[in-house]
């Protein structure tokens, strides 16, 4: 489907995700024949930093160039980049983005719908969005709100009361781009499309689970965002947490956007509260010394943690997140880890013996994707020897992915459709801070690990008896 005539407004238009995600991913849209027949994008951002429309389209192009999967040329480029423009807005001046927004609208014609993308640091939110309920921008629009959503319980609560005064909940798309990934919608196929996995996925089958997502990444000279916000609340409390819930999740009731967003908050509901004690908190060496960094900087830059859902389907199993800066690989895996039988009744495999690891569901979630069984079977010869065996689906070898969308394009373009599936809702992020809570009041000091590593130390002693799945030792 194609959505109605649009002008979207890029708040932060400047910045680095407008420059890596948004714009190629608009363009992407563009190419792949998914933008409105007739739009406009106004880029905006305040006016010390604000750019000539001639500027931003050559930023634009420039941030195609380098980030996006399909060069900046041809006629989709010339039209893209012809709808390209740039207001600025400051708080109490917003004369300049109005201006863009009124020529946009004559430009497409026929009253197009407004979409605001709100790229912008967390203290920027309430101040666009109460400017653009006094401007009467907000009019009829709909507002995509980056992560993190708040820093805290009450600063999420007065964040949604002050977008609520102004969009109400059907036009407020929170979104999390993890949500977009492909293979992270496939885990509700996986689960909901088969008959073949969904009997085995509680806790008389699966030990334990492992959410992992390290980076290679540092910083990149964002430490104006993440000194204010660290990897618990730049990565933890969003995306990992939001993967955790699609793998608990009991089968909705259908796939609506309110039996999906349903299932989801009974999960968060049934979160026991963080516990500090559960926690490693990591600083990659060398973090004070990047500009901008204070020299007695106490953010982390790495996150595991235990955590445990009070419910039927997963009392007793643990979940363990980890997610963290200047690590050895950049990965987005979740391991299902099943039980041992009641009976060992082979010889031992010298690594099931020394790792206590068992049979694994591996899902990679990085695009484009693969899921791994992980199993013992029986090597070829005269004797019953067990050796490690996988099956592999790899999107790439099934399905034809010249079509995949990613993560942020899947959204915009579910946004620009009105369609709140694969968007957080604000009972979900509240009820996240809430059992945050005890952690956030209470964080264990951060502890040094070398870069290019996989974290503190530390982190082998808190998956005990379980091991990491990475770095992969088969
Ligand atoms: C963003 C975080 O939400 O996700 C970044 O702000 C992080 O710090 C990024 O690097 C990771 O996203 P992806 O899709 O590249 O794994």
Not at 389 to 416: Q, S
Not at 445 to 457: L, T
Request: aromatic residues 10%.
């Amino acid at each position: 489907p194609r959505p109605d005539d649009h002008v979207i407004v890029l708040f932060g238009a400047t910045g680095d995700l407008a420059k890596r995600k948004l714009l190629p991913g608009l363009y992407h849209l563009a190419r792949a024949g998914l933008l409105p027949s007739r739009y406009r994008v106004i880029g905006s951002a305040p006016a010390a930093d604000a750019l000539g429309t001639e500027q931003f389209r050559e930023q634009a192009r420039e941030a195609v160039a380098e980030f996006g999967r399909t060069k900046p040329e041809g006629p989709v480029w010339q039209e893209f980049e012809s709808a390209l423009s740039f207001g600025a807005a400051d708080p109490g001046a917003y004369g300049p983005l109005l201006t863009a927004v009124r020529e946009a609208e004559e430009a497409v014609g026929n009253s197009p719908r407004r979409l605001f993308h709100l790229a912008v640091p967390p203290k920027a939110f309430p101040s666009v969005v109460q400017e653009l309920g006094s401007t009467g921008l907000a009019e009829g629009g709909r507002l995509i709100v980056e992560k993190p959503f708040g820093t805290d319980l009450p600063s999420a609560r007065a964040l949604d009361e002050t977008i609520h005064a102004v969009f109400d909940e059907s036009r407020i798309f929170r979104i999390d781009h993890f949500l977009g990934k492909e293979s992270v919608d496939n885990i509700l196929a996986l689960r909901f499309a088969n008959g073949l996995f969904e009997p085995v996925w509680n806790r008389d089958h699966i030990s334990h689970v492992q959410i992992d997502v390290p980076e290679q990444l540092t910083i990149e000279g964002r430490a104006g965002f993440f000194e204010g916000t660290g990897t618990f609340r730049d990565m933890i409390v969003t995306h990992p947490f939001q993967i955790l819930a699609f793998i608990a999740m009991e089968p909705p009731a259908a796939l609506t956007a309110d039996s999906l967003r349903t299932e989801k908050d009974k999960v968060f509901q049934a979160l026991r509260p963080l516990d500090p004690a559960c926690t490693v908190r990591g600083q990659y060496e060398g973090y004070r010394s990047e500009p901008g960094v204070d020299r007695h900087s106490d953010t982390e830059t790495f996150t595991a943690l235990r955590v445990e859902l009070d419910n039927w389907r997963w009392a007793g199993v643990p979940f363990f997140l980890r997610s963290g800066k200047a690590l050895a690989q950049g990965r987005h895996v979740v391991t299902l880890g099943f039980r041992e039988p009641p009976l060992r009744m082979f010889p031992l495999a010298a690594q099931d013996t020394a790792g206590g690891r068992h049979d694994e569901l591996v899902i990679d979630f990085a695009d484009p994707g693969r899921i791994t069984a992980r199993f013992l079977a029986k090597e070829p010869g005269p004797d019953m020897r067990l050796g490690e065996a996988e099956m592999v689906f790899a999107y790439t070898d099934c399905f034809n992915t010249a079509h995949a969308l990613e993560g942020y394009e899947r959204l915009i373009l579910d946004a620009m459709l009105g369609d709140q599936s694969l968007f957080t809702s604000s009972h979900g992020i509240e009820r996240l801070w809430e059992a945050s809570a005890p952690l956030l009041e209470n964080p264990p000091p951060v502890e040094p690990y070398a870069r290019d590593s996989w974290g503190p130390e530390s982190i082998r002693r808190l998956i005990q008896p379980y091991r990491w799945y990475l770095p992969e030792s088969r």
